[in-house]
């Protein structure tokens, strides 16, 4: 203890710990009235001194010191309060965090080396991709790498995610948006219940694969990263990778509530400044007022459940990301009665003051193959009697439940997934895919699967060779919306021409053109999109297209609107054409005869202008 010297004052530093000539400064918050710093061997538990906070530095329950001394290298600390220990909530890395599922570690106080890393971020700069032009994948860092089918050398880490950059870019990927990464406790203790004296502190095996809850903010998870290299570290190279290639990162932050407003904000800042990231998804419960107004942070991407109050004017940086286009989309779907004023409001929706966030599956519910194969929830396996987890799923498994061989289901389910990723990337709203939605990722109809760290969860990249199909639609798809701005506008169409060139930049259409029907039987929509409101990469305007929805499980004939003479419909996709993959290459678009079109069951078409 000798060899270490307390210094008196009250600099203003930030809380945690951070290296200062000679030294060390801690700064933490504690309710108690004796608090010290506790220094162990890095790799031991035998303490080797203790330090107490001066109580002339402390301010309300926030304690200082500053710590000089010859050498801290191969230390570790914790702080102690009234004789209980305590771990550092502003910890930048914790030790024996890096196996995932540990079991050994569980109930241990959890000890920071005291260290400092510097990182060269080498000019990184942010993409700063407007939410029109973004796509966004949303994935589980360990589950999209961890399968023994990845092919990447380090599963289910930062490392991982690198390898399969060239995966991602090919499939038109903007953004990739993750699942909480901050250190947080994957082994599942059991609840006590006060008062029950045979209540058990032991682990029941269960696992908190996905990771909301409490934890430690200022630490990216140790077991993410690769070899036991620093976290931290691993993440800046991701994020700077991705950086390098055009892409962004958006991180998933979960809030319990129990934290201080001041505390969520130091977070968020944190992980904006230090990560270099693009975006933060604020999930839980959360001080939105503060976060929406903080200037830091007004030039990252902020999704949210909802931003109640409009705040107009700037650069759009705020979004709603929440389920209100997957109920209305997948009831769409499934041909539910009265939706067409739902599909043609989600079309639309591009809010002036935020953007929005569309998708068709999330972390809760089915998949999307799930979605077109199971009626019910199978949750089994989670061991709650299959009570768990949502019952409302607005699914349908198009007449056989699960797997099935069955040519006729298989093909309509492959149908059904067609449309969805149409109705989904010709929405003016930010399209989101759930990692492995596009080439048939299933849970086997688990909904809930928030404890499953195997092969429900993980992603099985051979279906990417069985679903190769798909993930080629999917793939063109998205780069269909990229060359046709008429799809993803910055600003929400007004219906309205107000060009004065003749004709509103959307309109919507029922059979008949012109003449759109939005009585609850109606399961038909026709949608106009004139190409003199948008603009090509080159600044050319952009093509004209007719989108037609049969929703019904009948055939329709819908009329094809006029064109401006010398111009014919084409198809581009067509659902129902199954040999043609529902899709027709560039330059080999079949032309529309007649004025007149039918349009088989359960069928989306769209015709381009040409």
């Known amino acids: 203890m000798e060899q270490y010297r307390i210094k008196a004052g009250n600099e203003n530093y930030p809380m945690g710990l951070h290296m200062v000539p000679g030294g060390?400064?801690?700064?933490?918050?504690?309710?108690?009235?004796?608090?010290?710093?506790?220094?162990?061997?890095?790799?031991?538990?035998?303490?080797?001194?203790?330090?107490?906070?001066?109580?002339?530095?402390?301010?309300?329950?926030?304690?200082?010191?500053?710590?000089?001394?010859?050498?801290?290298?191969?230390?570790?600390?914790?702080?102690?309060?009234?004789?209980?220990?305590?771990?550092?909530?502003?910890?930048?890395?914790?030790?024996?965090?890096?196996?995932?599922?540990?079991?050994?570690?569980?109930?241990?106080?959890?000890?920071?080396?005291?260290?400092?890393?510097?990182?060269?971020?080498?000019?990184?700069?942010?993409?700063?991709?407007?939410?029109?032009?973004?796509?966004?994948?949303?994935?589980?860092?360990?589950?999209?790498?961890?399968?023994?089918?990845?092919?990447?050398?380090?599963?289910g880490t930062f490392q991982g995610i690198i390898e399969k950059i060239p995966y991602l870019k090919e499939l038109g990927i903007t953004t990739v948006e993750f699942m909480p990464v901050n250190e947080f406790q994957e082994v599942i203790l059991p609840e006590r219940v006060p008062g029950n004296p045979f209540g058990v502190d032991k682990p029941t095996g269960k696992?908190?694969?996905?990771?909301?809850?409490?934890?430690?903010?200022?630490?990216?998870?140790?077991?993410?990263?690769?070899?036991?290299?620093?976290?931290?570290?691993?993440?800046?190279?991701?994020?700077?990778?991705?950086?390098?290639?055009?892409?962004?990162?958006?991180?998933?932050?979960?809030?319990?509530?129990?934290?201080?407003?001041?505390?969520?904000?130091?977070?968020?800042?944190?992980?904006?400044?230090?990560?270099?990231?693009?975006?933060?998804?604020?999930?839980?419960?959360?001080?939105?007022?503060?976060?929406?107004?903080?200037?830091?942070?007004?030039?990252?991407?902020?999704?949210?459940?909802?931003?109640?109050?409009?705040?107009?004017?700037?650069?759009?940086?705020?979004?709603?990301?929440?389920?209100?286009?997957?109920?209305?989309?997948?009831?769409?779907?499934?041909?539910?009665?009265?939706?067409?004023?739902?599909?043609?409001?989600?079309?639309?929706?591009?809010?002036?003051?935020?953007?929005?966030?569309?998708?068709?599956?999330?972390?809760?519910?089915?998949?999307?193959?799930d979605m077109v194969s199971y009626d019910t929830k199978h949750n089994e396996g989670n061991g709650e009697n299959n009570q768990d987890g949502t019952p409302y799923n607005y699914s349908w498994n198009c007449g056989t439940e699960g797997p099935t061989r069955k040519k006729a289901v298989m093909e309509l389910r492959k149908k059904q997934l067609r449309n969805a990723f149409l109705l989904l990337f010709l929405s003016q709203g930010t399209p989101l895919i759930m990692a492995g939605d596009e080439f048939g990722h299933t849970q086997s109809g688990n909904n809930n699967a928030y404890c499953q760290d195997n092969e429900i969860s993980w992603l099985n990249w051979n279906l990417l060779k069985k679903n190769q199909d798909m993930f080629e639609f999917v793939k063109a798809l998205i780069a269909f919306r990229k060359s046709h701005s008429v799809f993803h506008m910055e600003k929400e169409p007004k219906l309205m021409d107000y060009l004065v060139c003749g004709l509103p930049d959307m309109s919507y259409h029922g059979v008949r053109a012109w003449c759109p029907e939005f009585e609850n039987f109606r399961r038909q929509l026709g949608v106009l999109y004139w190409g003199e409101y948008g603009k090509k990469a080159d600044g050319t305007k952009d093509e004209s297209f007719y989108v037609v929805f049969n929703m019904h499980w009948e055939p329709h004939q819908f009329d094809l609107p006029s064109l401006k003479e010398g111009k014919s419909w084409h198809v581009v996709f067509h659902t129902d054409e199954k040999e043609m993959n529902g899709m027709y290459d560039s330059g080999e678009e079949p032309k529309a005869e007649g004025r007149q079109f039918m349009v088989p069951p359960r069928t989306i078409v769209v015709f381009m202008g040409k």
């Open 24 to 155: 060390i400064h801690l700064c933490t918050a504690a309710e108690g009235d004796n608090v010290s710093l506790l220094l162990f061997k890095e790799g031991e538990k035998e303490l080797i001194c203790s330090l107490p906070f001066p109580q002339e530095t402390r301010r309300g329950n926030v304690y200082s010191m500053t710590v000089l001394g010859a050498d801290f290298s191969g230390l570790s600390y914790c702080f102690e309060m009234d004789g209980k220990r305590f771990s550092d909530p502003y910890g930048k890395r914790f030790l024996n965090r890096n196996i995932w599922g540990d079991l050994e570690h569980v109930q241990d106080i959890l000890l920071s080396p005291v260290e400092s890393v510097d990182f060269d971020w080498q000019g990184d700069r942010l993409p700063l991709i407007p939410y029109e032009d973004t796509i966004i994948y949303r994935m589980h860092c360990r589950g999209f790498t961890n399968h023994s089918s990845s092919g990447v050398k380090e599963k």
């Open 207 to 369: 696992i908190n694969y996905w990771g909301y809850g409490p934890g430690f903010y200022f630490s990216p998870k140790s077991s993410y990263a690769s070899g036991g290299t620093n976290p931290g570290t691993e993440l800046k190279s991701l994020v700077k990778a991705l950086h390098k290639e055009g892409m962004e990162l958006i991180a998933e932050l979960y809030f319990t509530g129990k934290e201080p407003a001041s505390f969520v904000l130091d977070v968020v800042r944190f992980w904006a400044e230090e990560f270099h990231l693009d975006g933060i998804h604020l999930s839980g419960f959360l001080p939105l007022e503060l976060l929406r107004n903080d200037p830091y942070l007004s030039r990252i991407k902020l999704l949210a459940h909802s931003w109640e109050e409009k705040k107009e004017g700037g650069r759009k940086h705020l979004a709603d990301s929440n389920d209100g286009f997957l109920i209305d989309m997948r009831r769409v779907l499934k041909g539910d009665e009265d939706q067409m004023k739902n599909l043609a409001f989600r079309l639309r929706n591009n809010p002036p003051d935020r953007g929005v966030i569309n998708f068709m599956a999330s972390t809760n519910g089915f998949t999307m193959m």
